[in-house]
């Protein structure tokens, strides 16, 4: 093992995951959802605390995972409202969110829908955080609407960006590699948003939306 597989391991593994969420994984794997990874889902949380977050739009709800550590970093009055085109993953989704101890109350909305239907449906500039890990071939659309979605200041995350290392691979034509490039080079090249990307998991693309649009 190399010295950088031994550090992403460390990173992956430095905040470990508890039972409620090593079910969500199990229930999952068995669908065949590939859930956010644990040091993903840290950054999550560390996101949703660093811009004290109380309302939050999760579009891929899964079984729950990146819901749980998101709502982990919000404020205790805080809600999440997450999306997924399907409506069992979101039952599952609700059974980890109780088992977590976050899903209780008003906490949690969840909308069954394709994404790009309910979102226009949101209330503008109403949201701190938007975190999109869904199909990754509308990428660049969920980012329209999430920047009509924040407040200034607010924070967008995309899991996935680095589509399994083929984001770099200048002749790949795989639909989600190219999706990801023109995702990378939209937020990149708008004025409105500093971004990075942070290698936990399969990359997670993050930017914040100035507070003031820019001058000039």
């Known amino acids: ?15 470990p995951e508890d039972p409620p969420l090593r079910a969500a ?4 794997e068995e669908l065949g959802v590939a859930p956010v ?5 840290a950054t999550l949380r560390f996101l949703s605390a660093a811009v004290g977050a109380r309302s939050v739009v999760e579009i891929g709800t899964g079984t729950g995972v990146s819901g749980t550590w998101l709502m982990r970093g919000m404020r205790p009055d805080g809600t999440l409202t997450t999306i997924d085109v399907e409506a069992e993953h979101q039952g599952l989704a609700r059974k980890t969110f ?5 899903g209780t109350g008003s906490r949690t909305r969840l909308i069954a829908g394709r994404a790009l239907d309910v979102l226009p449906r949101l209330t503008d500039g109403a949201y701190d955080l938007v975190f999109c890990d869904a199909d990754r071939r509308e990428s660049t659309d969920y980012l329209n609407q999430a920047l009509r979605l924040l407040r200034p200041g607010g924070v ?15 002749g790949s034509r795989d639909p989600e590699a190219v999706a990801a490039r023109e995702l990378a080079t939209a937020v990149r090249d708008d ?26």
């Open 98 to 102: 109780a088992d977590a101890g976050v």
């Open 37 to 41: 990874s644990a040091a993903t889902g």
């Open 191 to 216: 004025v409105r948003l500093t971004p990075v990307v942070l290698p936990s998991g399969d990359g997670l693309l993050v930017a914040v939306l100035a507070k003031s649009s820019p001058v000039g």
């Open 25 to 28: 994984r199990a229930r999952a």
């Open 156 to 170: 967008v995350a995309f899991a996935g960006v680095l589509a399994g290392g083929r984001v770099i691979e200048p």
């Open 1 to 15: 093992m190399s010295e950088n597989d031994v550090s992403i391991a460390y990173a992956e593994g430095f905040l």
